[in-house]
Structure formats: C-alpha cells, structure tokens
C-alpha cells in the first residue's frame, strides 16, 4: 500500500492520534489524523487506503455515525475500539477491529485485508439498453456448461424431440429457450406449461383445449397450447408429474401430429417442436410403473443435462455479473460482492441452484443498494469465513480481571437455559452442594468448552455462525477460545 493513498485516522483522543500516525509512519505509511468532528469535512472522494476509526469523545449515536460513514462505503474501515466495533460492524466496509497494544504482525496482516478490500474485481454491470426480454445466454465457462452450449447448437437446427434433464433451479427453462430462439422456429410463439402445477382434471384442457359445454364452467370454446404453440415450441415443464392418463393422450399427439379437443369431435394437425424437462429420474419412474416407457422414448430422441450449480462454482462469479445485470435494467440499483464474500459464496452447495443465487442476488441488492457486500452481510447459512480478527500478542488485562470477565460472560450468555439449570439433574430436582464443596470455576468453564465445541462442530468451525448460535458476539466468543486454548 506504500505510496499509493493515505490512510485515514478518526481519534479522539489526542494521544493515541499521535501514537497511531507515528507507527503508521513507522511502517511506511502516509496516514492524516483528525478528531470525529471534522467527519463533515473530510474528502471521501480521495482514494483513501483505508479509514481506522479510534475512540469517541462526542456524543454521536450508532445511527449518526452510521450516517456520517455512509458516504465512505467504498474505504475499508478498521477500528480501535470494542464499542466502535460494535457500531459499525454492519457496515459493508468493515474489515476487522485492532486490539491494543499494536503490534506489527496484526497491523501488517490488517493493512494487507484493507489492500485486498481495495483490490476487489468489481462486476462489470452490462449496459442498460440491453434487451433485457429473455434470458438467453446460458452465462459460465465451465466446461459442463460449454457442453450444454455445444448440444444446443447441435440440436437446434432439427427437429427432434429434446428432454433437458438437471435438478430444480438449474435453468432447464433457459435451455429450452436457447434451443426454440436458435431453431427455424424462432419466429413462432414458445409456450410453456408447468405439467406438475395443474390439476389432472384439467391438464388435458390446458394441452388440448375445449369446445363450449364440454364441461360444467366451459361457457365458451377455449384453444389449449398445442394450438398456441403452432409453429413454434411447446415447452412441458416437470414432464414427469404427468398423470399416466394424460401420458397415453400425449404419446398419441407425438406420434400422428394430430388431437380432439376435450368435447370435440373435430380432429386438429399441429405442427409444433416438443422439448420437455423434469428433476425426477424417469428410468427408476417407469420401473416403479409411475412413466410410460414408450413415451419417454418418444421423448428421449436428444437428452440435454443441466449441471448443478455446485459442480460449476467457478460460474458463480459470471452468474452473479448477468443477475445484478438483468435486476439493474429492472430498475434494481446495483451492488458489488467483495472477494472474500465471493469466496463464501463459492463454498456454498447451492441446493436450490441459479434460482437460490438469483433470490440472494435480490435479497443483498434490497438490503444494501449501491453498497459494497462482504461476507458478514451475507445470510448466515453463507457465511463460511470470518471477519479477519486482528489480535494483539499479549493482553493488557491481568489474569484475575480475565477470570472475571469470564465468569460474567457464562452467566451473560445463552445457552437455551437458565442459571438455576445448572444446578438441576435429569430429574428436574435441585442438586445439593455436597459437603467438600466443588470448585465452580472449574464446573462453569467445563460447561463453557462443551458448549462452545458443540456450536463450532455444528458450524463446521466457523466462528461467526457459531457465535450466532451461541448468542454472543464473535469476538466474545474469539476471546473465550484463546482462553481455553481451543482450534476452529
């Protein structure tokens, strides 16, 4: 960071400005000091390397800071203080808190977090005069998802019969989109129908149509969509929550072109292209005798497999680039996810896919507009790494004050039980102190660990989300493991 802008030092008190700007100077570091209440006149338009806030004397609330820092939301933020911390540890720019006495490795690896902040690859929003109608572009370079583009090409041409086959959220709607506006076809209608969200009673008037008086509610003849679909694609969504019924009268419609509408007598010739999808697995179907083997044969002329989102996590970046992009021609305003919340991102499983990315996408451009998304902004369930702890070598409290503080934070935290609790066995009957007397210290920190190593087992070792579960802060309970000498 030497040489490229300063950083920028909010203290209070007077000494510790002087103190601050002097190791900072030490360590190579152009810094400028002012006192909170030049917050109104600083220059956030300055390329600053980072902002460390100190100690306040003023009488700023929470919200009034967060106000006054609203405009820096682009500069990394360090703090001093355990209550500053506090405050703006929501902020999107926040990057970790230092401890006193300073010492070289924690500042060392906090400027370097601040670097890599300032470092991030921002998502290059595409512009909003595109067509934003569809779309179209299956976004990713994995190389799952270049075999889809490939398959598509090779396909789209034709007119064979296309089953996309891949879990719920993978995009198989895309697919089917790619394949109809790539096909000769592009100029006829696409219509889809969700097999799996109709009634079976009136699955077949949705396909097929009805004349009038065909059934108690049909006061007027109605087209079904293979009749819409003429000359284009008819896309049927989730084929393998079809009714067996309705499985005979479409493999009539496959085979001869050609359908009665429910009431009718007339017959109609359809010229349509059929491209299916489902998430089920339609060979285990038809030996259980719940799929017609003929028509998924009929079906399976060209089968297309969508990957699921967690066997192309390097896609993940891209994707996010199209959503933010699609949500800002929308009228959404845009949002930027820092390197480590990507990260995150991309240890996730992603059960429900692209869907589940894109209502992330949604949810952070809701809660932070025009802001910078790091990882401690992101849902619990996507956080996997923490917010860098920058932790002094050695404490200033001696070890009765550490004990102590101890002690008040077990009976501060909550374990889902009362202090009485503690003291009760299995029976719900009050233990007697036996006549030796215990060591309580002893019996609390014992209580304390198990706890402890329980939400970080079920956490998988992260701290913040083990924090949540215990209901504490982290660095609360970052203290409470070094104390006991306890790994992630």
Known sequence: ??????????EDDAQARINLSNILEFVGEQCEAVTFDCLEDIDWSIAWAGCILGTLHSNLSSSQLNNKLSQANHVPLLTTSGEQAHI????TNYVGELEYPLNYPQLSEALRHCKDFLGRKGLNIIPATRDNTLFRSLVGQSYGIKEVR???EQVSETEANVIILGESGTGKEVVARNIHYHSARSNGPFVPINCGAIPPDLLES??????????????TSRKGRFELAEGGTLFLDEIGDMPMPMQVKLLRVLQERCFERVGGNTTI????????????????????HDFREDLYYRLNVFPIEMPALRERKEDIPLLLQELIARMEVEGAQPICFTPRALNSLME????????????????????YPNCLVDVNHLP????????????????TESVEEQERNALQDIFSADF????????????????ELPPEGINLKEMLADLEINMINQALEAQDGVVSRAADMLGMRRTTLVEKMRKYNMQR
């Open 1 to 10: 960071m030497q040489g490229l802008a300063k950083i920028l030092v909010i």
């Open 88 to 91: 703006v540890e929501e902020l």
């Open 150 to 152: 490939h398959l598509i």
């Open 206 to 219: 949705e396909l097929f149509g009805h004349e009038k008086g065909a059934f108690t509610g049909a006061i």
């Open 269 to 288: 010739k359809v010229n349509v292209r059929v491209i299916a999808a489902t998430h089920r697995n339609l060979e285990n179907m038809i030996e259980e």
């Open 348 to 367: 996730h499983l992603w059960p429900g896919n692209v869907r589940e990315l894109a209502n992330l996408v949604e949810r952070m451009i809701i809660l």
């Open 380 to 395: 619990t369930k996507y956080r996997y790494s923490d917010i860098p702890e920058f932790q002094p070598e050695f404490s």
């Open 416 to 431: 889902g039980m009362d202090s009485e609790d503690i003291f009760q066995d299995h029976d719900n009957n009050p233990q």
